[in-house]
């Protein structure tokens, strides 16, 4: 028992391993070649778990190996175009100019239910307001909607915006993210005051963050009266 459970520990901090080493990408966001080493890394992690008649290396040098060639597979697909265009295929016009190319769903073998589908999906409900659709390689479909259909901007109205930065997490739980404090050059002596104008601690916070014009905002934890 104790040697299942150390095998399924070492490969399941492998699987992470290399799953990281892949990249952040969703399932649905992956290339098929990516796709296909994953569900491969999958299969040969489970064989050594639940069999302890296999050697724990006939599991583990598989996954190395494939691992290894995803790696390979997407540095050639980062360097050379073509290479790229042949391992993941290239992206799809699915509808130009309001017109649904036939032709090219039938190459896909995309049907026009699932077409429909993700247009509504896009709150696209007319196949005439759209612009352009394509299928990209990893199949989504984006949407670019026609110029009149297009939300209204500020550019649009030649009104001037203000510069907005990303909201930056201060206090997790408990815990002062120093980093972001750095990131938005501020230091621990300004957080003790804005903690100290509301009565509270760090350890009492659950959520502190400052929002994209760079004001602070708190909650405190649960069952913290300030």
């Known amino acids: 028992m104790l040697n299942i459970f150390v095998r399924s520990l070492i490969l399941y901090i492998v699987v992470v391993f290399v799953m990281r080493i892949m990249g952040k990408r969703q399932i649905g966001q992956l290339q098929p070649f990516e796709l296909v080493i994953t569900i491969l890394i999958a299969e040969l992690a489970a064989i050594p778990m639940q069999d302890v008649g296999v050697p724990f290396i006939h599991g583990l040098v598989p996954i190395l190996a494939l691992a290894l060639a995803q790696v390979t597979l997407s ?88 510069y907005e930065a990303i909201p930056l997490t201060i206090i997790m739980d408990g815990h002062i993210q120093h980093k972001n404090l750095k990131t938005a050059n501020l230091d621990i002596p300004w957080l003790y005051d804005q903690l100290k104008s509301q009565n509270i601690k760090p350890e009492d916070v659950f959520f502190a963050y400052l929002d994209s014009t760079g004001v602070f905002h708190m909650q405190p934890k649960e069952g913290v009266v300030n």
């Open 75 to 162: 540095y050639f697909s980062l360097k050379s175009e073509k290479f790229r265009a042949f391992i993941c295929g290239s992206p799809n016009i699915v509808i130009e100019n309001g017109k649904i190319k036939e032709k090219e769903l039938e190459k896909l073998r995309y049907n026009l239910n699932d077409l429909l589908e993700q247009l509504r999906s896009k709150d696209m409900a007319n196949v005439s307001d759209v612009e352009f659709a394509i299928l990209e390689t990893g199949g989504q479909l984006n949407v670019i909607p026609k110029s009149q259909k297009r939300p209204v901007t500020p550019e649009d109205l030649n009104i001037s915006t203000k």
